[in-house]
C-alpha cells in the first residue's frame, strides 16, 4: 500500500475521518452527562437509571475495546472502523427516540459496542496510512485535535440541552457520523495486518462483559433495594466469570506468543488479554494506579455536572463548560509533562499531580447553593487540570516502558481498557455508598451531602494512587527507557481512560504490525 504525506490533501482527509470518528464517540461519553438532568425528569429516571445511562456505554466499550482492534486488523481497518461509526450512529439514533429508561440503557450499550468498534480503528488507521516519517507528526495531530474537540464538547452539549432538548446530543451524532462514512469511504486507504492468524478470542470477550456486566448490577442495585437473589446471582455470576476469564486467557497464552493453546486445526487462539504483560511490577503497578485515579475521576465527573444543575442552579451551558479549563490545561502542559518525567522520571510527576489532583477534588466537593464560577468553580478546575496535566503524560510513558516494544500498542490498549473498568465499577459502587439512591437528584439538600461525600472518597483514590506510585513505580524504568518507548500521543483529554498509544512500526520501516489495542500478540 502507497504511504500517504501528512501535508498532502490525501493525508488530510484522513486526518479529517479518524479526528471526526473517534471525537464523537470520545465527546458522547462526557456530553451525556450534561444531559442527565434533563433526561432524568422527562423519562422518570432514579439515580440508578442515571447511573446505567452512563455505565451501559462504558460496559460494553470497556468489555469489547481489544477485540475492537483485532477485527480491524484481521478483516480491514477502513472497514470496521466504518462500521463501528454506522453502529455508533444507529445506537445515537435510538438514544434520541428513547421513550424510557430501559430503552435508552439499550441503545447506550449498542452506543458502546460501536465505539468498540470505531475508537482503535482511528489510530489504527493513521498509523497504517501514513509514511514511516510522518506517522508520529500524524499521530500527534490527531491526539491533539482531539483533545480540541474535547474542549468544544461539553460546550456544545450543553448549549444543545438548553436551546433544543437532551434528545439532540444524541440526534447531532447522525450528520457528524455521515461526513465521517462519506471521507473515510472516498479517501481513506484500507489496510490489514497480514500477519494475523488464528482465532478471535470471542470466549474471553463474552467473559470480560459478564464479569463486568454482574458486578455492576451488583454495585448499583445492592445498595439501593437490598441484597436480594437478583444481586446474589449478579454477584455470583460475575465472580465466577471472573475466575473463568482468568483461566481462560492464561491457558491461551503468555504476551510473547509462547505456550498458546491451538485447535485441532492447528490454527492459533491468540488471548485478548495477554497475562504475561503483568509479569513486569511495573506494568501492574501503573495499572493499579490507573485503577484507583480513573475510578475517582470517572465519578466526579458524573456527579459534579448532576451537583451543578441540582444544587447549585447552573444551566447546562454553565455546567458543561465548567471543567473546561481542565482541558485546556491538558493541551497545554501534558507535552511538558512528558518530557520532564523523562528527564527526573515518572515518580514524582505521577504522585505530586494526583495529589494536586486531589485537592482540587477536595474544593470542588464545596459546591453548594450559592457557588459562583469565578470564586469556586474555576479555582477548583485549574488546580484539578494542574495535577492532572502532571500525570497524564508519564503515565501513558511508564506503561509504555514497562512493556516490550512490539507489545506497545496492546500495553496501551490494556491501560486504556483498565481505566475504563475502574470508571465502570466506581461510578456503579460509589454513588450508592455515598447515600445518592432512588430520589436523591430531586432533593438538592440530599444531593449535597451524597455529593460532599462521593468526592471525598474519590480523592482518597487518588491520594492512594499517588501512595502506590511512590511505593512502587521506579524513576530508572523511564528514564532508562529509549526514545521509540516515549509517548506520541501527548495531548488528551483524559476523561475516560488514559490515551491509546499506537503499535511501533517495524524496524524495516513498513507498516505497524497491529492496531493501537489489538489484542493479538506481536511476534
Given at each position: 500500500m502507497a504511504q500517504v504525506r501528512l501535508g498532502t490533501p490525501a493525508?488530510?482527509?484522513?486526518?479529517?475521518?479518524?479526528?471526526?470518528?473517534?471525537?464523537?464517540?470520545?465527546?458522547?461519553?462526557?456530553?451525556?452527562?450534561?444531559?442527565?438532568?434533563?433526561?432524568?425528569?422527562?423519562?422518570?429516571?432514579?439515580?440508578?437509571?442515571?447511573?446505567?445511562?452512563?455505565?451501559?456505554?462504558?460496559?460494553?466499550?470497556?468489555?469489547?475495546?481489544?477485540?475492537?482492534?483485532?477485527?480491524?486488523?484481521?478483516?480491514?481497518?477502513?472497514?470496521?472502523?466504518?462500521?463501528?461509526?454506522?453502529?455508533?450512529?444507529?445506537?445515537?439514533?435510538?438514544?434520541?427516540?428513547?421513550?424510557?429508561?430501559?430503552?435508552?440503557?439499550?441503545?447506550?450499550?449498542?452506543?458502546?459496542?460501536?465505539?468498540?468498534?470505531?475508537?482503535?480503528?482511528?489510530?489504527?488507521?493513521?498509523?497504517a496510512s501514513f509514511a514511516p516519517d510522518d506517522r508520529p507528526r500524524a499521530v500527534g495531530a490527531w491526539s491533539g485535535l482531539g483533545g480540541v474537540a474535547g474542549a468544544i464538547g461539553p460546550f456544545a452539549g450543553g448549549w444543545l440541552v438548553e436551546a433544543a432538548g437532551w434528545r439532540w446530543v444524541f440526534l447531532l451524532n447522525l450528520p457528524l457520523a455521515a461526513v465521517v462514512v462519506l471521507v473515510a469511504v472516498r479517501h481513506v486507504p484500507e489496510s490489514v495486518d497480514p500477519g494475523t492468524h488464528g482465532r478471535f478470542d470471542v470466549l474471553g470477550a463474552v467473559l470480560a462483559a459478564t464479569t463486568l456486566a454482574g458486578t455492576t448490577y451488583a454495585l448499583t442495585e445492592g445498595p439501593a433495594s437490598g441484597f436480594g437473589a437478583a444481586v446474589v446471582a449478579a454477584t455470583a455470576v460475575g465472580l465466577l466469570s471472573a475466575v473463568a476469564f482468568w483461566w481462560v486467557e492464561r491457558s491461551r497464552g503468555r504476551a510473547d506468543g509462547t505456550r498458546d493453546r491451538t485447535r485441532a486445526d492447528g490454527r492459533e487462539i491468540p488471548p485478548m488479554l495477554p497475562l504475561g504483560l503483568f509479569g513486569s511490577r511495573q506494568f501492574s503497578a501503573v495499572n493499579a494506579v490507573t485503577f484507583l485515579v480513573y475510578g475517582g475521576m470517572s465519578v466526579m465527573f458524573f456527579l459534579l455536572v448532576l451537583d451543578l444543575q441540582v444544587v447549585a442552579g447552573f444551566s447546562p451551558v454553565a455546567a458543561g463548560t465548567a471543567l473546561l479549563p481542565v482541558t485546556v490545561l491538558m493541551l497545554l502542559l501534558s507535552s511538558r509533562a512528558g518530557a520532564l518525567a523523562q528527564r527526573i522520571g515518572p515518580r514524582r510527576p505521577m504522585a505530586v499531580g494526583l495529589l494536586v489532583a486531589a485537592a482540587g477534588m477536595l474544593m470542588a466537593s464545596r459546591f453548594g447553593p450559592d457557588t459562583s464560577y469565578v470564586r469556586d468553580v474555576l479555582p477548583a478546575a485549574v488546580v484539578f487540570g494542574l495535577g492532572l496535566s502532571a500525570m497524564v503524560a508519564p503515565l501513558t510513558a511508564t506503561v509504555l516502558a514497562s512493556a516490550d516494544e512490539r507489545h506497545a500498542g496492546i500495553a496501551s490498549g490494556v491501560n486504556n481498557a483498565v481505566a475504563r473498568a475502574a470508571g465502570l465499577l466506581a461510578v456503579a459502587a460509589v454513588p450508592p455508598l455515598a447515600g445518592l439512591t432512588g430520589d436523591a437528584y430531586r432533593d438538592p439538600g440530599r444531593f449535597a451531602d451524597g455529593y460532599r461525600m462521593a468526592l471525598t472518597v474519590c480523592a482518597v483514590l487518588l491520594v492512594a494512587g499517588a501512595a502506590l506510585t511512590f511505593a512502587a513505580v521506579r524513576d530508572d524504568v523511564l528514564r532508562a527507557a529509549p526514545a521509540e518507548k516515549e509517548p506520541q500521543c501527548r495531548s488528551h483529554c483524559a476523561v475516560g481512560a488514559p490515551p491509546l498509544e499506537p503499535a511501533r512500526a517495524s524496524a524495516s520501516g513498513g507498516a505497524p504490525p497491529t492496531g493501537a489495542s489489538s489484542p493479538r500478540p506481536a511476534g
Open positions: 493525508g488530510r482527509w484522513i486526518l479529517l475521518a479518524t479526528v471526526l470518528g473517534s471525537s464523537v464517540a470520545m465527546l458522547d461519553a462526557t456530553v451525556v452527562n450534561v444531559a442527565l438532568p434533563r433526561l432524568a425528569d422527562e423519562l422518570g429516571a432514579d439515580m440508578a437509571g442515571l447511573q446505567w445511562t452512563v455505565n451501559a456505554y462504558t460496559l460494553a466499550l470497556a468489555g469489547l475495546i481489544l477485540l475492537g482492534g483485532a477485527l480491524g486488523d484481521r478483516y480491514g481497518r477502513r472497514r470496521v472502523f466504518v462500521i463501528g461509526v454506522v453502529w455508533f450512529a444507529v445506537a445515537s439514533l435510538l438514544c434520541g427516540l428513547a421513550q424510557n429508561v430501559p430503552m435508552l440503557v439499550a441503545a447506550r450499550a449498542l452506543q458502546g459496542v460501536g465505539g468498540a468498534l470505531l475508537t482503535p480503528g482511528s489510530l489504527a488507521i493513521i498509523q
